[in-house]
T-cell receptor, first 113, second 113 residues
Framework: DAGVIQSPRHEVTEMGQEVTLRCKPISGHDYLFWYRQTMMRGLELLIYFNNNVPIDDSGMPEDRFSAKMPNASFSTLKIQPSEPRDSAVYFC???????????FGSGTRLTVV | GESVGLHLPTLSVQEGDNSIINCAYSNSASDYFIWYKQESGKGPQFIIDIRSNMDKRQGQRVTVLLNKTVKHLSLQIAATQPGDSAVYFCAETLSGSARQLTFGSGTQLTVLP
């Protein structure tokens, strides 16, 4: 298995632009998580899905953030409009029921200028 | 991955020595704990876990110790190698509840030749 795959690896965008981050979880995993990592706040859970259904989005910072999981093999995190304070590394992780040992992707480093 | 926190604790050890990384967790109700390793440019990687009904668990070159009385977790790495240089995070959760891991701020381990 290729692991959790995220794209793009790096994204630089101008303030106000829409940004879409993508994630392909490990096949067979039924949980998918989106985390954000910054120097100031560390790793923060934004939202997670179980069997493609959003379970808890209380970590999504603002209405500018939205996440979808249209099927078991794909999820997106969208920021519209983006702001400089959204600059961070965004990680996607997946796990199989009964396991807390999440497998993380390599992350997307987002820079909003 | 990015360094986590402006004041990320650091630990420098000589190659071949043993390392001990400490973590104070926040929720006395947490009953499941995980250590993750994050190398530069990568997502966190699962190392070892422990449930609250255990005080100690050993893996390959790693041992996790749990002291519930003082809410303290430690990771011991035997015969530290250059490849062990990374940021190490402890994470806690309440099993059976919402499947959310709460991550600590991390410790930067540097192995000196």
């Amino acid at each position: 298995d290729a692991g959790v795959i995220q794209s793009p690896r790096h994204e630089v965008t101008e303030m106000g632009q829409e940004v879409t981050l993508r994630c392909k979880p490990i096949s067979g995993h039924d949980y998918l998580f989106w985390y954000r990592q910054t120097m100031m706040r560390g790793l923060e859970l934004l939202i997670y899905f179980n069997n493609n259904v959003p379970i808890d989005d209380s970590g999504m910072p603002e209405d500018r953030f939205s996440a979808k999981m249209p099927n078991a093999s794909f999820s997106t995190l969208k920021i519209q409009p983006s702001e400089p304070r959204d600059s961070a590394v965004y990680f996607c992780a997946s796990s199989f029921m009964g396991s807390y040992g999440y497998t993380f992707g390599s992350g997307t480093r987002l820079t909003v200028v | 991955g990015e360094s986590v926190g402006l004041h990320l604790p650091t630990l420098s050890v000589q190659e071949g020595d043993n390392s001990i990384i400490n973590c104070a967790y926040s929720n006395s109700a947490s009953d499941y704990f995980i250590w993750y390793k994050q190398e530069s440019g990568k997502g966190p990687q699962f190392i070892i876990d422990i449930r609250s009904n255990m005080d100690k668990r050993q893996g390959q070159r790693v041992t996790v110790l749990l002291n519930k009385t003082v809410k303290h977790l430690s990771l011991q790495i035997a015969a530290t190698q250059p490849g062990d240089s990374a940021v190490y995070f402890c994470a806690e959760t309440l099993s059976g509840s919402a499947r959310q891991l709460t991550f600590g701020s991390g410790t930067q381990l540097t192995v000196l030749p």
